[in-house]
RNA sequence: GCCGGGGUGGCGAAAUGGGUAAACGCGACGGACUUAAAAUCCGUUGUCCCGAAAGGGAUUUGUGGGUUCGAUCCCCACCCCCGGCACCA
């Protein structure tokens, strides 16, 4: 009686034993070096599926790569700063230090029980001072090098949160990311990352092996436009600004402008409406301003606006038009002014049918009599009605007009972003302090490098009150100023948590130095990421933040390269057995610890890869679980029973052999596709065989132990205990995770039979067993002897044969 | 509306330089073991039709067309699901 696989003892077993050892410790050593990383989980307090699923293939990979020779290095940390810690706190009355770093400890027992190679010598925990020291320190860099400035500015706040949000953090509905409230505007002091400077280096993603979702993404999150900003004149008496400027990417339409549009909130808006006008823009204004998000974004409601009174001149035309204010002018684009086409954009267009007001064709549709436009002509086309400019194709205007703009010093070309830079002022506690000191003489002054970190007191009220909850602890506030020893208040913002995994990668690699972020010779060594792998939710905010933060830190000669992540695989999304999102306030959260106390960690790692490509994620259904469960347990069995050892046919060896050289090449392949789904099958079909010819009588011995061989090596990544275990009682030296991953030869793989299909017009009619290099003369005659396919030839005449080598015969017939 | 990804058995899914559709599993059904159940093992299993059976035939990859000897795969039109973007001048 052979014992009984216990995945719980062998599990814990070898966890121990692997510890111990330091099995999976990096050292330094002349393999190639491959960095592995996957996304650093929140310290929200249990790791649940998908955690899992985002950890447990990642591992597997890692391992892969590890026995291919390579010396990977596989961190793991915690994003532990946040306001989920805060508002626990807050619900609870729990500090939201012992909040975060009891839910770690936690979560350090869990990701362990999950069986991962992670070297935990270098976990990183973005709370600790020695972490968001440096945080504090890249900031005072990005200050120096003019990258972070403090503006007065519209901001996203969220009532609910109590505190502004990045534009990145507000939902396409006007809501806030985290918890769902209507996102309102509020004008307040707040700190920037000039992330916009980098634009145009952001937008270049040639270099690196990344998702085309991701990138297109990104792309449009930047969405650079390039036009040209043209100059109105305005002549209103008692104003200052004698010109008005607008961008646009359609200077070839200058001369159909028929209006112009100010965003309700532009600043020349209460100085250039006239008195008659006046309580009708200030009620528009009004009613703009007190919009949320969501009604003003919807693209389906009628265009809206009232007439300034005012009117400015187009230069080109001499022309006066009429200025107007509408809310689907936005201030922050371009320069918060629009220039109304409407012949020829369809914004406009409408805007003009609501209002009356005239619309001039500049560039003429094909065959087009003069007749009123039902629509806005979008495509190319002559030029009209446009003076000097008649006649041009309207792509040749476009240069003409830009060219005389500039000629004439009423504009210039120009580039316009939709990005905007990086707000990353907090009113909230559980963050890191920003290392500003206000004085009253000096102005905002940077905490000297040498007193960082700017410690994060215990002792805080963090009750949110709007005001960051730093702002009333007078012990942290009142400070001195370090330029005139005045007394001064400390800055009582604390920094988005996305600083703190914009770089938590670069300081895996030296986590306790304290001389610099990171230690130069390891940086050299290790850095950048070769693999990436995380969910694609975070396409627009930590991705795009990371390679900004990069590229500035390679500025500042931290690291070196253009890119952090040289490529990125993004894992799908797993949801509750319902298709939704898994959340406990959905109550369709699939646990982990059930199934893995039942089946073991093994049996788990491999069903969430079995069930399907891991970049789809999808629905979770735990029912297939019980069919890993069999499988290891049948591997298990096929270990420890040998089959009798004897003289096998010749033919029986044969395609044992290939079996094992066909699974090995399949599994490689599937590998680094990340297809661990195919692969985990192709183990079983080894599996079943390696069963079958068991069963079937004597076993050649060495046919048999190189399968049963490859099979543990090829298990190891995906199910680490149970293969550990197995190599171990088959009596192979320690350890199977420190073996190389197994290779095959194409002649042992090769079939040398095939089954050949015979069609008659397209249709299978018979299937012949033929030697796997027979030729085309030979295949056409065992089709056309074939009694099945005579049937269906019988009367006909064969017309034309097809002869695909290794494959098929199709007989058409008349 | 625009840009991606997808739609294949009862279920999760395989297979696309056009060539045996449904590998590998789950479930279901039948059987073995058992006093019994669980567990395990063996067999059957896309659908429909003919047949007592052996077997045979038709049909099937969201829908409708097209190209081809042959289409899950290529082309056109449409429907549905998921993700992203959406007044960006």
């Not at 719980?8 to 050892?21: F, G, L, N």
């Not at 990086?422 to 905490?447: K, N």
């Not at 913002?493 to 390891?522: K, Q």
Request: glycine fraction near 6%; charge should be negative; hydrophobic fraction near 40%.
């Amino acid at each position: 009686m052979t014992e009984r696989y216990n995945p719980a003892e062998v599990e814990k077993k070898w966890q121990a034993k692997w510890e111990a050892d330091g099995l999976y410790q990096t050292t330094d050593d002349d393999r190639h070096k491959f960095y592995f990383l996957t996304m650093l989980p929140y310290t929200s307090g249990d790791i649940h599926v998908g955690h899992w699923y985002a950890m447990a293939p990642a591992d597997t990979a890692a391992r892969y790569r590890r026995m291919r020779g390579l010396n990977v290095f596989f961190p793991i940390g915690f994003d532990a700063f946040g306001l989920p810690a805060e508002n626990a706190a807050i619900r609870q009355g729990i500090h939201p230090h012992k909040w975060t770093y009891d839910n770690i400890d936690r979560m350090r027992r869990q990701i362990r029980s999950i069986g991962t190679m992670f070297d935990w010598t270098s976990e990183t925990i973005s709370s600790d001072p020695e972490y968001y020291r440096w945080n504090q320190w890249f900031f005072l860099k990005f200050l120096e090098k003019g990258l972070a400035y403090r503006a007065l500015a519209p901001a996203n706040w969220c009532p609910s949160c109590q505190t502004v949000l990045a534009n990145e953090q507000v939902l396409p509905d006007g809501t806030c990311e985290r918890c769902h409230t209507s996102v309102t505007q509020r004008d307040l002091e707040q700190w920037f990352l000039r992330i916009t400077n980098y634009a145009d280096e952001l937008l270049d993603l040639s270099g690196i092996d990344w998702p085309e979702r991701i990138a297109t993404m990104q792309r449009n999150w930047i969405g650079r436009s390039e036009g040209v900003e043209i100059t109105f004149g305005l002549d209103i008496p008692g104003v200052d600004q004698k010109e008005l400027r607008v961008f646009t990417t359609r200077e070839d339409t200058i001369f159909g402008v028929t209006f112009m549009v100010l965003a309700p909130e532009h600043p020349l808006v209460p100085l250039i409406t006239t008195p008659d006008r006046r309580a009708e823009v200030d009620a528009y204004v009004d009613q703009a301003r007190r919009q949320t998000e969501i009604e003003r974004l919807s693209t389906e409601r009628q265009k809206t606006g009232v007439f300034t009174g005012a009117y400015c001149k187009n230069l080109l035309s001499g022309r006066d038009v009429p200025i107007w204010i509408a809310d689907y002018a936005l201030l922050w684009y371009g320069t918060g002014a629009v220039m109304g086409v409407p012949a020829h954009d369809q914004r406009d267009f409408e805007f003009a049918q609501q209002f009356q007001i005239p619309v001039r064709v500049v560039i003429a549709p094909p065959d087009w009599d003069g007749e009123p436009l039902e629509q806005a002509y979008l495509d190319p086309g002559v030029m009209v009605n446009s003076d000097r400019f008649d006649g041009l194709p309207n792509d040749e205007g476009k240069e003409a007009i830009a060219d005389y703009v500039e000629s004439e010093g009423w504009g210039k070309r120009t580039v316009s972003y939709r990005i905007r830079d990086w707000l990353i002022s907090r009113q909230r506690y559980w963050g890191t302090p920003i290392p500003i000191i206000h004085c009253p003489e000096c102005g905002a002054v940077p905490v000297p490098e040498d007193q960082l970190p700017v410690l994060l007191p215990e002792d805080a009220e963090f009750k949110p009150t709007g005001e960051s909850p730093l702002a009333t602890h007078e012990r942290f506030v009142n400070t001195t100023c370090p330029r005139c020893d005045g007394p001064a208040r400390r800055e009582t913002d604390t920094m988005d948590t996305f600083m703190d995994s914009n770089w938590y990668f670069i300081r895996y690699l030296s986590p306790h130095y304290d001389a610099a972020p990171v230690d130069p010779e390891r940086a050299e060594k290790w850095l950048p990421v070769d693999q990436y792998t995380g969910g694609a939710e975070h396409a627009v905010m930590h991705l795009l933040y990371a390679r900004f933060f990069w590229k500035v830190a390679r500025d500042l000669g931290v690291v070196r390269g253009d890119e952090p992540f040289l490529r990125l695989f993004n894992q799908g999304q797993i949801m509750g057995p319902d298709g939704q999102r898994m959340s406990k306030s959905r109550g369709n959260v699939v646990a982990p610890d059930e199934y893995v106390a039942r089946y073991g960690a093994d049996t788990f790692r491999c069903y969430l890869m079995f069930i399907g490509p891991w970049d789809e994620g999808g629905p979770f259904g735990i029912e297939g679980i019980a069919g890993i469960w069999r499988w290891l347990n049948r591997v298990w069995g096929l270990v420890l029973n040998q089959p009798s050892f004897g003289q096998a046919p010749a033919e029986a060896v044969r395609d044992l052999r290939r079996l094992t050289h066909q699974t090995i090449r399949k599994a490689t392949a599937d590998m680094e596709r990340f297809r661990f789904n195919t692969l985990l099958a192709a183990l079983m079909e080894l599996t079943n065989g390696l069963l079958r010819h068991r069963d079937a009588g004597p076993v050649d011995r060495d046919a048999w132990s190189e399968g049963v061989q490859s099979l543990l090596l090829m298990l190891a990544p995906v199910a680490p205990h149970v293969s550990e275990e197995l190599w171990a009682r088959s009596g192979r030296p320690y350890s199977v995770h420190t073996q190389a991953w197994p290779a095959w030869d194409d002649d042992l793989a090769r079939e040398d039979e095939i089954t050949l299909v015979v069609q008659v017009n397209g249709k299978l009619r018979d299937r012949i067993q033929a030697p796997a290099d027979i030729d085309e003369e030979r295949a056409t005659e065992l089709a056309l002897a074939s009694e099945r396919v005579r049937q269906f030839t019988k009367g006909k005449q064969v017309a034309k044969i097809i002869y695909v080598p290794g494959k098929l015969v199709n007989l058409v017939v008349k």
